[in-house]
């Protein structure tokens, strides 16, 4: 999975807490993005990052909110979970965020009950 | 209509068949191309890459892109088990626009 990392790789909270999911990687690459994978959807990107504290807006960022200090780690925060955001997150680094594909973590699988 | 289109399948072949998967697109503007192929309960990684129109082979695999028709094709030779995944084919505009998915082809080989 090309040097990226995702924890916890399984998690089940509850409906109204704060959930942090993180992306860490050890390619030193500038952008790195969060997706969520749902049945009858795909791939859709929530947020994504071209360097430490600089972020963006994916398609479905609602909800979402995303914060990089270092250049390693990405972390994805849901303010307070809902259970339209149980899915798979998916975290992908790209070294410019060009012409670059991209490549993916393990994936986190998340139960909002 | 959806920016990318794919079949969901599934897609069931014997062993040593010639497997087909395709896309289809609606942006004119969509330039690269990807396939994606992703085991149960991993993450999602990249087989092909190609860059506008024409065809690019690595092993097994055969990309085809058709920007006239904007269509997308992935040919896999002589299909063995271990090629039984989901792929996703993906494609973006130009550097630094967001890369986006098709909803994938479930394909299983059988032996």
């Known amino acids: 999975d090309a040097g990226i990392t995702q924890s916890p790789r399984h998690k089940v909270t509850e409906t109204g807490t704060p959930v942090t999911l993180r992306c860490h990687q050890t390619e030193n690459h500038r952008y790195m993005y969060w997706y969520r994978q749902d049945p009858g959807h795909g791939l859709r990107l929530i947020h994504y990052?071209?360097?430490?504290?600089?972020?963006d807006k994916g398609e479905v960022s609602d909800g979402y909110s995303v914060s990089r200090s270092k250049t390693e780690d990405f972390l994805l925060t849901l303010e307070s979970a809902t259970s339209s955001q149980t899915s798979v997150y998916f975290c992908?680094?790209?070294?410019?965020?060009?012409?670059?594909?991209?490549?993916f973590g393990p994936g986190t699988r998340l139960l909002v009950l | 209509q959806k920016e990318v289109e794919q079949d969901p399948g599934p897609l069931s072949v014997p062993e040593g068949a010639i497997v087909s998967l395709n896309c289809t697109y609606s942006?004119?503007?969509?330039?690269?191309f990807m396939w994606y192929r992703q085991y149960s309960r991993k993450g999602p990684e990249l087989l092909m890459y190609t860059y506008s129109s024409g065809n690019k082979e690595d092993g097994r695999f055969t990309a085809q892109v058709d920007k006239s028709s904007k269509y997308i094709s992935l040919f896999i030779r002589d299909s063995q088990p271990s090629d039984s995944a989901t792929y996703l084919c993906a494609m973006r505009e130009q550097a630094g626009t967001a890369l986006i998915f098709g909803k994938g082809t479930t394909l299983s080989v059988s032996s």
């Open positions: 990052s071209y360097g430490v504290k600089d972020t």
């Open positions: 942006n004119s503007a969509f330039q690269y």
């Open positions: 992908a680094i790209s070294e410019q965020g060009g012409v670059e594909t991209q490549y």
